[in-house]
């Protein structure tokens, strides 16, 4: 079992909260890719604000510094980085507004930073800033002397005006005596190299992380005068940093990341990206419009792979990390996800994103895991999943059939069709059945829902029951191979149910039945998820194709990118919206009519209106079905399950028929737009039915004045009302509708 | 949930009780919440009519409500 520090691993393998190259690369850290966004825009008091939180000097700072961001910006490797250095520097015209510093209340420590360089000047401003009592001595020239010269007038006076009004006092002394190293009336003393040049320790060595020398009070930076600038100041901030956790008797080390030097795990995705050299500026400077335009140059690092390829992520928002670190702390504080249910329900565990994420982030298992959780806390909505796993049900317990060939007392293969195949195209499974007979006479027949329904909707229990009931009856069959034309039966009986198993299409590569035919246009092949990584079967699926002169349209997410029909996962179920968008966009991907070799798949894709054929149409074409016929409801699905099971029954077996349900009578009677009415509310027929054979047993309903009756039943968790009008014995179905909340009659 | 759900057509009556509906407040309750709410009911055998409208608009609403809190 996944316990909360493997979850805990999980979350952390998404990495788009990392860094992108640029901040990397800032020693500082500066949010660059905010920075360069605001700019694009020309926000520029947005953009000055970035800067001015992040940089000591901030006037100084922008002016001098190296930017060896640069080298790291990921527009490098795609024509030129992004002048970033250039652009802080017209945010500093456009927008420096000096606003008054603001230091935390005073501290009562006390710190000396010797030496006027960048180092010491930012090792004080970050102290005063945190309310230390600092104190620069500096060479003769004063602080900031070996800078001056490379600023435009009154630069420099202005952060050290700052620095004065953070109360920071200026010294300076000809020649550094030993005395200014006494730590007696200091808490803390820093000694920058970047300034005197005589009169320093010669032998200072210091950790290279947290710039502490072998006296714990003392810490150094700054390596020299000549030292480039950006160096200097970081080596300031971070003895700066180290020297606020030494006074508060912290850890030097703990929580904190030595500097990333570039170095990031965040991978922005760059292919197809096209490359733009960098914007020359008509005068010195960019212009405010050629800044924006070279701002705009910038690709806006960011990982977001699996949210662009996956309608579910997008539609909720942010990335899987945050979700992810949602739904933990949600467990660990409330023991539920008060709020989260329907991102955990209507995830349809695809796996896609697993796929497509540089380090196999998988949502789907956040997801199944919550489901688990809550299943085992009896806290899963009741509606979320109802609908599948009664349909499962129902294929189990009624329309389920397990034999060998007629004639025959054992298997040496079964034929699995899985219930969706059943429920959409008896004829196909019947013709195909009859052809693996052909090619293998011992091949019994099995009937069954898998269990797939509810393994993803978290029931874990129950989906251990199934397997044991799946893995005792194969036995009792000989244990003969299973040979499956579903996906995700496949993929449940591999993975979950220990049966040996293959799919049909393995085997009909191997005896291509004569008639196969090609359709005589190039059709966009469609992969079921479930079988994302079977090599395989997708490879013999191919084989077939491209033996039948079949030609494929390109479709960018198949194979092992391929994209969920919105069946899976019970998405469908537990967020019909969410699995109408997913197809639409599915079908958006071609031009061209898809194929597929999933009958659910190929039933929610024909949802959209577009052509979508079955393998099977090609391989049986005596046995095709139009391509624009529209998916089966659930009431014909049903319907087709018992027609085949009494198919096999009859005409295989000569038995009688299974015995008809009372209601089965009922006669009922409805308009095209009714039946898809009931199909999208998950009404059945039979629901209908069983409410009239109440209403015909009870004798009660409510009449209008007009004639129209209404009848209502308790089916289960859900009350169903049938709005008719009668004529004789056959109902006229008018409306129907159902609710899950209960009615409390008077005196009950 | 609206206090009050009556149809604009009252024209129903029950059978076998014979009798017109009548607007009447009932309970309605879902998992651990209860509602007050004025339906359509017989005055003679108490069953309650549920309008289409309701179910999948208000009542779908407030079940989605409380299954996602
Ligand atoms: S392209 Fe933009 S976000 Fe990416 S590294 Fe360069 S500046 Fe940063
Ligand atoms: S729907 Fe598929 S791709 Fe999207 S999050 Fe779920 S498993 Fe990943
Ligand atoms: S692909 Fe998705 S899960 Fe993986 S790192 Fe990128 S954003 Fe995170
Ligand atoms: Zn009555």
Wanted: glycine share 6%; charged share 25%; with cysteine.
């Amino acid at each position: 079992m996944r316990n909360q520090n493997d979850l805990h691993d999980v979350e952390a393998r998404c990495t788009e909260e990392q860094p992108p190259a640029c901040s990397a690369g800032c020693p500082l850290g500066i949010d660059v890719r905010a920075f360069v966004l605001a700019m694009k825009e020309k926000s520029f008091s947005k953009a000055w604000k970035l800067l001015e939180r992040g940089m000591p000097l901030p006037g100084v700072t922008v002016r001098l510094c190296e930017a060896p961001c640069e080298n790291f910006c990921l527009r490098g490797e795609l024509g030129d980085a992004i002048a970033i250095s250039a652009l802080e520097k017209v945010c500093l015209r456009e927008a420096e507004h000096s606003t008054p510093i603001r230091p935390l209340p005073a501290r009562g420590k006390k710190v000396r930073c010797i030496g006027g360089g960048a180092s010491s000047l930012a090792c004080a401003w970050d102290l005063a800033k945190k309310g230390y009592s600092v104190e620069i001595v500096a060479s003769e020239g004063g602080a900031g002397a070996a800078l001056k010269a490379r600023l435009p007038e009154g630069a420099l006076e202005k952060e050290l005006e700052k620095l004065e009004g953070m109360n920071v006092r200026f010294r300076t002394t000809t020649s550094l005596t030993a005395e200014e190293r006494v730590t007696d009336e200091i808490d803390a003393l820093y000694i920058g190299h970047d300034d005197f040049t005589s009169g320093l320790p010669a032998d200072l060595a210091c950790d290279e992380f947290t710039r502490q020398c072998s006296t714990p009070q003392i810490f150094t930076g700054g390596a020299s005068p000549q030292d480039s600038f950006i160096t200097g100041l970081s080596d300031g901030r971070q003895a700066a940093l180290s020297i606020d956790r030494f006074l508060q008797n912290a850890s030097l080390t703990t929580g904190r990341f030595p500097l990333r030097h570039g170095q990031t795990t965040l991978s922005p995705e760059t292919e197809g990206i096209e490359h733009l050299p960098r914007i020359a500026p008509a005068g010195d400077m960019y212009t405010a419009e050629e800044a924006a335009a070279e701002a705009a140059r910038c690709i806006d690092c960011h990982c977001l792979r699996c949210v662009r390829a996956c309608v579910y992520l997008q539609e909720y928002g942010d990335f899987p990390r945050k979700h992810a670190r949602a739904i933990f702390n949600n467990f660990s504080i409330y023991q539920g996800v008060h709020g989260a249910y329907s991102l955990i329900d209507s995830c349809s565990l695809c796996r896609q994103c697993e796929e497509i994420c540089p380090t196999n982030f998988s949502m789907a298992d956040i997801c199944l895991d919550a489901r688990e959780r809550l299943v085992e806390a009896g806290d899963i909505p009741p509606n979320a999943h109802y609908f599948a796993l009664q349909e499962m049900h129902h294929a189990q317990e009624e329309t389920s059939l397990l034999r060998h060939a007629p004639g025959h007392s054992a298997s040496k293969v079964l034929f699995y069709p899985g219930c969706q195949l059943a429920a959409m195209r008896p004829q196909q499974v019947w013709i195909l059945y009859n052809y693996l007979r052909g090619i293998e006479e011992e091949t019994g027949i099995w009937l069954d829902c898998c269990g797939a329904p509810a393994h993803w909707a978290g029931r874990k229990a129950e989906t251990k029951e199934i397997n044991a009931r799946f893995r005792e009856r194969w036995l009792e069959m000989g244990s003969p191979k299973i040979v499956t034309a579903c996906s995700s039966c496949l993929e449940h009986f591999r993975e979950d149910g220990g049966l040996e198993v293959d799919s049909v299409w393995n085997l009909l590569v191997k005896f291509p039945p004569e008639g196969i035919h090609a359709a005589n246009i190039p059709l966009a092949l469609s992969d079921p998820c479930t079988a994302r990584w079977d090599e395989e079967t997708k490879e013999s699926v191919r084989t077939l194709l491209q033996d039948c002169g079949q030609q494929l349209a390109p479709l960018a997410a198949s194979g092992k990118t391929t994209e969920c029909c919105g069946f899976g996962g019970l998405m469908e179920n537990a967020n019909p919206q969410l699995a109408q968008k997913v197809i639409e966009a599915r079908v958006a991907q071609s031009e061209q009519p898809f194929l597929t070799w999933c009958a659910m798949c190929r039933d929610r894709l024909a949802k959209t209106g577009k052509p979508v054929y079955h393998i099977l149409d090609l391989i049986f074409p005596s046995q095709a079905r139009d391509p624009a016929e529209p998916p089966a409801t659930i009431s014909e699905r049903r319907y087709n399950r018992h027609l085949l099971q009494k198919k096999f029954l009859v005409e295989l077996y000569g038995e009688k028929e299974t015995a008809d349900k009372p209601w089965d009578s009922i006669n009922i009677d409805m308009e095209e737009d009714i039946r898809l009415l009931l199909d999208s509310r998950h009404i059945l027929e039979d629901d209908i039915r069983r409410t009239l054979a109440a209403r015909e047993e009870s004798d009660a309903f409510f009449v209008n004045s007009d004639g129209r009756e209404r009848a209502s039943a308790k089916l289960g968790d859900v009350t169903f009302w049938v709005e008719y009008r009668r004529e004789g014995y056959i109902y006229h179905i008018l409306r129907a509708w159902s609710h899950r909340m209960n009615l409390v009659k008077e005196g009950d | 949930m609206d206090l009050r759900f009556i149809p604009d057509d009252m024209n129903w009556i029950c059978q076998p009780c014979g009798v017109p509906l009548e607007a009447r407040k009932v309970e309605i309750t879902y998992l651990n919440a209860s509602f007050k709410v004025e339906l359509p009911v017989c005055p003679k055998c108490g069953r309650i009519m549920v309008e289409e409208e309701l179910a999948t608009g208000r009542m779908f609403e407030v079940e989605q409500l409380l299954e996602d809190k």
